[in-house]
């Protein structure tokens, strides 16, 4: 009875290929981020988004795209590889705040390992 | 801008020793602080979340706490098992997003 799923768990691909991690969450939430865990274990935001608003972090190269087919689902699209992209890949979802026992707090997927050869 | 310091970035303990691990942030301004736990190959956990305007959570053998003058949280963890070794990280919430720390791994020697 997974709350956030992602898929695939691992990923491994080329230089120059464009691929996709698919992210659900049946948690009824609101708010869904990416996030990427770089080599040192930093956990960085790369996006929020809800239904009104996309929130990028201006660090985030234009390769990465984040698609929301629907309310329970944010998909992190990214094309041309680079070698540096890999990293892992976290999923979240929270509670619109103001609403919930603790509207801020952020629930996880296990992570996508992404590695570019 | 913000900052979260994790320290140690590493801790290895004997098996029943109660243990703190320690979070400092440096600006005060915070909408609330998160404890997590990663277990290598695996996702996040989220063990305990402190608001803005409370001192302290408590859950089973963990016990987090909220000093925002001071700029600290600390995580006590009360007769440690050998099941506990993971890596520990702290973030705060402010306008939808958390910022983290490095970590601290944790190991618990049977």
């Known amino acids: 009875d997974t709350a956030v799923s992602q898929t695939p768990k691992y990923l491994v691909t080329q230089m120059g290929n464009d691929k996709s991690i698919k992210c659900e969450q049946n948690l009824g939430h609101d708010t869904m981020y990416w996030y990427k865990q770089d080599s040192k274990k930093f956990l960085k935001i790369m996006f929020s988004y809800n239904n009104k608003e996309l929130i990028i972090n201006e660090t985030v190269p234009n390769r990465f795209s984040p698609k929301s087919p629907d309310k329970a689902h944010l998909n992190l699209h990214i094309n041309s590889l680079e070698l540096g992209d890999s990293a892992v890949y976290f999923c979240a979802s929270s509670q619109v705040p103001g609403q919930g026992r603790n509207p801020y707090e952020q629930y996880f997927g296990p992570g996508t390992r992404l590695t570019v050869t | 801008k913000q900052e979260v310091t994790q320290i140690p970035a590493a801790l290895s303990v004997p098996e029943g020793e109660n243990l703190v691990l320690n979070c400092s942030f440096t600006?005060?301004?915070?909408?609330?602080l998160q404890w997590f736990r990663q277990d290598p190959g695996k996702g996040l956990t989220s063990l305990l979340l402190?608001?803005?305007s409370q001192r302290e959570q408590t859950s089973g053998r963990l016990n987090a706490s909220l000093d925002k003058s001071s700029g600290r949280s600390t995580l006590y963890i009360a007769a440690s098992q050998p099941g506990d070794s993971a890596t520990y990280l702290c973030?705060?919430?402010?306008?939808?997003?958390?910022?983290w720390g490095a970590g601290t791994k944790l190991i618990i020697k049977p």
């Open positions: 402190i608001q803005s």
């Open positions: 973030a705060l919430y402010s306008n939808y997003q958390l910022i």
């Open positions: 600006d005060s301004a915070i909408y609330n």
